[in-house]
């Protein structure tokens, strides 16, 4: 029902090279995008170990450590000339390694 992706290493397909599964949290969203990120140990995906919340039209999103406000990275569009002017995009990401 949900929209799901399994992320594996390399070219490969097998379960043993399944890094993590990601997974839409609302069927519904409209302006605001929501992810629940498994990692490849969480097999029961009872709880989420990362949730992603981003926005298109900003071109931004933050990483949370599970289900909690703990942001542990984020990322956000840099305006600078050439982004504006020739329409590519540079993105600043940082991370926040004391939420891990």
């Not at 929209?3 to 090279?17: I, K, N, Q």
């Not at 140990?41 to 009872?46: K, S």
Request: aromatic fraction near 12%.
């Amino acid at each position: 029902m949900h929209h799901r992706w399994e992320v594996f290493r390399g070219d490969s397909t097998s379960a043993s090279d399944l890094l993590f599964t990601v997974k839409k949290s609302s069927m519904i969203q409209l302006m605001k995008t929501e992810m629940d990120v498994f990692l490849a140990g969480n097999t029961a995906q009872q709880v989420c170990d990362f949730k992603i919340k981003g926005s298109y039209f900003d071109r931004s999103c933050a990483f949370y450590l599970g289900n909690s406000a703990t942001m542990v990275a984020q990322m956000n569009r840099k305006m600078t000339v050439s982004s504006v002017l020739l329409d590519k995009d540079t993105f600043v990401v940082t991370v926040f390694p004391q939420g891990l």
